[in-house]
């Protein structure tokens, strides 16, 4: 039923999904679970379109509908669509689901061929022509994205709000953990003093950074995970790529883990995105450091509060430490 949990989507109803967008007879042949986040699952669909294999994902809500406040699957897969309009690569979207379908909330795309996992393709030999030109691709993306007219996105449900509005939005989800973390409250005072109140004038991604690309021999096949994506300011993507827990553990390349930062920004400032203020993108850099310590800490929160008893995210939330780390680090030392 609609708006329920889906566990294990049935082949039946999906097929009748994509018979309903494509007008052809369509079979289900299998349909397995990827890795998710805590908002999405992710499935790996074989289809057969009138005797022809069809290499398809589903990514729908986890709990069948989306968290309040959160992107609709719906939207996502129209902001996919514009995307891709705009010259960004990005998995072609085939249907999307219906209240009457009775899966909840998502949509089917087009599996892309390439590595998604970020330490393979970050490690691998077979890959370092990809590296070399990803830091160039990345910056074309961003560049592309932020210049789309907010007026193009008006019909859809993206999160939007001031700088300041944002961070206290942020501040009052740390609190509510009723954990005191000496080194978040030093980097929410750094940032009170410097990120402003501005209003959002960019789409932004809210996601873009390694383990979120498709990549192939040549770097950047496709850009993954539009859930999080909101009006904002454009740079808040440049810091968030560059936050060390992107990087897989190859710290010394800031971009990533494959590039390095005044090649981003000269890059996405060619390709026709704003000129990139360094002290501006130090600041979301650390934005984006102590977001990614509040994600640890809301996962950490789950598993000892029995709300979701799971390893990975005790696991996870003992990143806490390693984020406290990072932020000392930028505070202390800026981007170098």
Same mark, same amino acid.
């Given at each position: ?13 999906? !097929?009748? +999904? =994509? #018979? @309903? ?5 369509? %079979?289900?042949?299998?349909?397995? $679970? *990827?890795?998710? &986040? ?100 990345? !910056?074309? +993306? =961003? #560049? @592309? ?5 907010? %007026?193009?996105?008006?019909?859809? $449900? *993206?999160?939007? &709000? ?100 005044? !090649? ?16 501006? $993108? ?55």
């Amino acid at each position: 039923m609609p708006g329920l949990p889906m566990n294990d989507p049935p082949p039946e109803r999906l !097929a009748a +999904v =994509l #018979a @309903r967008a494509a007008g052809d007879v369509v %079979a289900v042949t299998r349909v397995a $679970a *990827l890795s998710g &986040g805590a908002a999405s699952a992710t499935y790996a669909v074989d289809a057969v379109r009138n005797g022809t294999p069809w290499s398809l994902i589903l990514q729908c809500a986890a709990a069948g509908d989306v968290a309040d406040g959160a992107l609709p699957k719906a939207d996502q897969a129209a902001l996919q669509r514009l995307a891709g309009r705009h010259g960004i690569p990005v998995a072609e979207v085939v249907a999307v689901l219906h209240p009457d379908d009775g899966m909840g909330q998502g949509f089917i795309m087009a599996r892309v061929a390439g590595e998604a996992l970020a330490p393979k393709w970050l490690k691998g030999d077979g890959f370092a022509a990809a590296r070399a030109a990803l830091t160039g691709q990345c !910056a074309q +993306v =961003l #560049a @592309r994205l932020h210049a789309i007219p907010i %007026a193009e996105v008006a019909g859809l $449900a *993206l999160p939007a &709000g001031r700088t300041g509005e944002a961070r206290m939005r942020m501040f009052a989800h740390y609190r509510s953990f009723g954990v005191n973390s000496p080194v978040f409250d030093l980097a929410f005072a750094w940032l009170a003093e410097r990120c402003g109140d501005a209003e959002p004038d960019a789409i932004v991604h809210g996601d873009f950074r390694s383990g979120n690309f498709i990549i192939d021999e040549y770097g950047l096949a496709a850009v993954l995970d539009w859930e999080l994506a909101h009006l904002g300011e454009g740079a808040e993507d440049l810091g968030w790529l560059c936050a060390n827990a992107w990087r897989f553990g190859i710290w010394q390349k800031p971009v990533g883990g494959f590039g390095e930062r005044d !090649a981003l920004y000269d890059t996405y400032a060619a390709a026709g995105g704003a000129r990139v203020d360094r002290a501006r $993108a130090h600041m979301w850099e650390v934005w984006g450091t102590l977001r990614w310590g509040l994600a640890c800490l809301q996962l950490g929160h789950d598993h000892v509060s029995g709300r979701v008893r799971s390893v990975e995210r005790a696991a996870i939330g003992r990143r806490v430490s390693e984020v406290e780390l990072d932020l000392l680090h930028l505070i202390r030392f800026g981007d170098i």
